[in-house]
């Protein structure tokens, strides 16, 4: 979804180094997260947010952290990056329309990242 | 979160009719029915959502039975565009707050021409 960007959209790194992901969006959305995928799997959830106030930790948030700079943007750190965490990471944002029930979830391109 | 089951691989042609079938046993009342469907090198991409019955888009179908423990997506006359894994999700918007996205292995579709 091009509303949805991604940046950097490949980056290599060494192990130890801290790097930053980063996602904006301009879909006006207050939801925003962050997943992992790995060669064959599915998607694993690090961190989410409903609003610029709310950060919340998903199923796999060890060894990351993330900033939620404004509404339209969502950043996610690894402090000390290793191998282990190379896979492809996309950033989300979705809406919960009052009285509704319905969400759907719109993805980024993704970040590609090899730690070495 | 009710777990669900999908064939791990399909294969069909261009122009033939696609039906990928989801098992999910224990799904609860409020839980929705999510298909997403995610290219190489790409993020997912929203399919279609339903609660019951039928329903149908521009781009699918998807069929629920009364007992909802499982769901069909049906594409109608593929493309070779349309090889791409398929992820059939369940999930509660309102209890929890949001539709926490639980994405298994999913269905690996090809096409051939």
């Known amino acids: 979804d091009a509303d949805v960007t991604q940046t950097p959209r490949n980056r290599i790194t060494k192990t130890g180094k801290r790097i930053m992901l980063e996602c904006s969006q301009t879909?006006?959305?207050?939801?925003m997260y962050w997943y992992r995928q790995d060669p064959g799997l599915g998607l694993r959830l690090i961190y989410y947010s409903f609003d610029v106030k709310d950060i919340n930790k998903g199923e796999i948030s060890d060894g990351y952290s993330v900033s939620r700079q404004a509404q339209a943007k969502f950043s996610l750190s690894l402090e000390s990056a290793i191998p282990n965490q190379t896979a492809l990471y996309f950033c989300a944002t979705s809406d919960l329309r009052p009285g509704s029930l319905q969400e759907t979830q719109y993805f980024g391109p993704g970040t590609r990242l090899l730690v070495l | 979160l009710a777990k669900t089951t999908q064939p791990i691989s399909m294969d069909s042609y261009e122009g033939q009719e696609v039906n990928i079938t989801c098992s999910h046993n224990?799904?609860?009342?409020?839980?929705?029915i999510t298909w997403y469907q995610q290219f190489p090198s790409q993020g997912p991409r929203f399919i279609i959502q339903?609660?019951?019955t039928k329903v149908t888009n521009e781009v699918a179908s998807l069929f629920i039975p009364a007992d909802r423990k499982s769901s069909t997506l049906s594409l109608p006359r593929v493309s070779l565009s349309d090889t791409a894994v398929y992820y059939c999700l369940v999930g509660d918007s309102m209890n929890t707050g949001f539709q926490k996205l639980v994405f298994g292995t999913g269905t690996r579709l090809l096409v051939s021409p």
């Open positions: 224990n799904i609860a009342t409020n839980d929705y």
């Open positions: 339903g609660y019951k």
């Open positions: 879909k006006g959305h207050d939801r």
